[in-house]
């Protein structure tokens, strides 16, 4: 069978969402989400979706450890399918804290999600802070300043980010809203 | 906005916990110019690296190297750090016609730049020199030049 294609999965995820904000509790949805996992297994947004859902709703005929069994599953396959991104790593995280006791394995995923989702932040910011001073204006470089000194205290070892924040402030000196 | 007011606080947690070690590595033989960065770097976080983009950011790239090289021989910096200056300065070193012959035969490719660096592109882009290009194509050639860094080793943020 031929695999279903990206934008198809895509919507049937949305409709698995809207179904579960209209009525959160309905078994029915948890079953679109199921039959989403098994057809597309890299599709992580869905694993995690399922995993947190499946243990809130689903009724308590099966047991505990086998829900639990199936959730730690499902995170596992996520943080492997998506290459361990920050999202489905934290994820996996919460769920050996509380429900594994696991604390220290927890912190460990909690580190490695921080740190990934930070690389992301700074890259956002160098691409925001350097559009901003293309457009040169008293109102971005305003904004550039501002979100400059965050950056300078969250990555103050990140040579281009940090370079991109002295073109901010000589551009800011040079156009007379920082004295130089 | 909810994600402003985390950073906010992630910020406030970093820089308070912001004092480096400043354990000397150097050794006997080390200058007093070494002594200078080291209670530069004692004084401030990470003050020596905001020397060395300082320099860089000025087109110092002779006295960043130095510098550089003294502050990671004293153990002010750590060799990742030296390496991603280092890789900065040759970046912004970079020639227009370096780029590679596809990218340079984009639309309304500013091929008058080819012997300019990415340095001087920012200087003209900074002084608002349009003369031997249009602002538009400053731009772009300055984007490419500093993005190849996503594509060649890292892809950015992707791994």
């Not at chain 1, 740190?115 to 040169?136: F, M, P, Q």
């Not at chain 1, 103050?156 to 000196?173: F, I």
């Not at chain 2, 780029?99 to 900074?126: G, N």
């Amino acid at each position: 069978m031929a695999h279903p294609g990206l934008e198809d999965l895509v919507e049937r995820f949305r409709e698995a969402r809207r179904e579960a904000e209209a009525d959160p509790g309905n078994p029915g949805q948890l079953e679109l989400h199921r039959r989403l996992a098994e057809d597309c297994p890299a599709f992580t947004q869905n694993l995690l979706f399922l995993a947190w859902r499946l243990l809130r709703f689903e009724g308590p005929e099966r047991p505990l450890e086998d829900r639990l069994a199936e959730v730690q599953r499902l995170l596992e396959m996520a943080v492997l399918g998506s290459y361990r991104s920050a999202p489905a790593v934290v994820e996996l995280g919460f769920f050996l804290d509380t429900y594994r006791d696991a604390p220290h394995e927890a912190a460990r995923l909690y580190e490695e999600a921080g740190a990934r989702a930070l690389e992301t932040v700074r890259e956002s910011w160098r691409g925001l802070i350097r559009y901003w001073n293309d457009e040169r204006t008293k109102e971005t470089l305003e904004k550039a300043l501002k979100l400059g000194e965050l950056a300078e205290k969250l990555f103050p070892d990140h040579t281009p980010l940090m370079l991109e924040v002295l073109t901010t402030r000589r551009y800011a000196a040079l156009d007379g809203l920082l004295s130089p | 906005m909810r994600i402003w007011r985390f950073v906010a606080v992630v910020a406030g947690v970093l820089a308070a916990g912001c004092a480096h070690s400043t354990d000397s590595t150097a050794d006997a033989s080390s200058s007093r110019y070494l002594e200078r960065l080291e209670a530069d770097a004692r004084a401030g976080c990470s003050s020596v690296g905001a020397r060395i983009n300082a320099l860089i950011a000025r087109g110092q790239f002779a006295e960043a190297e130095v510098l550089i090289a003294e502050a990671t021989a004293g153990g002010l910096i750590s060799q990742p750090q030296a390496a991603e200056k280092l890789q900065k300065i040759a970046q912004l070193s970079t020639k227009v016609g370096q780029l590679s012959a596809s990218l340079q035969r984009a639309k309304d490719f500013p091929s008058q730049l080819k012997d300019h660096t990415l340095f001087e592109v920012k200087q003209m882009l900074e002084n608002k020199n349009f003369s031997l290009a249009t602002e538009a194509q400053l731009k772009m050639v300055k984007k490419l030049l500093e993005d190849p860094e996503r594509v060649m080793e890292k892809m950015g943020t992707v791994r």
